[in-house]
């Protein structure tokens, strides 16, 4: 954390890609799905977690998180999957720091290239060339709404093993984008239509 993490994740992943040579419809997909309020609250949006408590008391079990992308760029880099009040305690710092010193558009960045896509891809230029074959810059709405899919779940959405939970997962990203006015519903509807060809 005291040194360049952008740094010293980019002479780790093969591809880094910088946030400009990202597709706005690939990140606008991430946002609207992932975390619609980030470029507005800080490192923690209140209403996603106050909305996340009340699903969870209604269910009676954890089902919802309110996690923001900032929260799970610490967990991806920092923490493991132990559910202690320790390690959420690390995870708030973490956020906190990271919030801190880097600008929204740097943490998307590092976010979107040390994510896991399944069939042992991390990055976004590496999973766009993994499952379509092509250059992240060649995406077509359709491909960056399907890769902003599979995060969630990397196993579950892995369009060349589960394409039909995929298109499912897809088409949930579409209506998100839609709701957030990235997109409006014909374009939508075209994206949704629109044929993949999965490598």
Same mark, same amino acid.
């Given at each position: =954390?005291n ?5 010293? !994740?980019?002479?780790? #992943? ?14 606008? /997909? #991430? +946002?609207a ?10 490192a923690?949006d ?5 909305? /996340?408590?009340?699903t969870? !008391? ?5 089902k ?5 992308i900032?929260?799970?760029?610490? *967990?991806?880099?920092?923490?493991s999957?132990? *559910?202690? $009040?320790?390690?959420?305690f ?5 956020? =906190?720091?990271?919030?801190?010193? %880097? ?7 590092m %976010?979107?290239n +040390?994510?896991?896509?399944?069939? &042992?891809?991390?990055g ?6 993994r499952?379509?074959? @092509?250059?992240?810059k @060649? ?6 709404? =399907?890769?902003?899919? $599979? ?9 060349? *093993?589960?394409?039909? *939970? ?6 949930? #990203?579409?209506n998100?984008? #839609? ?7 014909? +374009? ?5 239509? @629109?044929?993949? +060809?999965? &490598?």
């Open positions: =954390m040194n360049n993490l952008i740094n010293q !994740i980019s002479r780790r #992943v093969p591809n880094y890609t910088n946030i400009n040579d990202i597709p706005n419809n690939l990140k606008n /997909a #991430v +946002v799905t992932e975390d619609r309020r980030f470029y507005q609250h800080g923690f209140f209403i996603s977690i106050g909305r /996340a408590l009340i969870d !008391i209604k269910e009676g079990k954890f919802e998180g309110g996690s923001t900032t929260q799970q760029l610490a *967990k991806n880099l920092f923490l999957n132990d *559910k202690t $009040i320790k390690r959420k690390k995870e708030i710092f973490f956020t =906190m720091e990271l919030e801190r010193r %880097y600008t929204k558009d740097q943490i998307l960045e %976010y979107l +040390v994510i896991y896509y399944g069939s &042992n891809v991390y976004v230029e590496n999973a766009s060339e499952y379509f074959n @092509k250059s992240l @060649k995406l077509s709405l359709s491909e960056c709404s =399907m890769l902003a899919g $599979i995060p969630q779940a990397p196993n579950d959405y892995n369009p060349e *093993k589960h394409i039909d *939970k995929a298109k499912k997962r897809q088409k949930i #990203v579409l998100a984008m #839609v709701k957030s006015g990235f997109i409006n519903k014909k +374009v939508q509807e075209n994206a949704w239509n @629109k044929s993949l +060809v999965i &490598n």
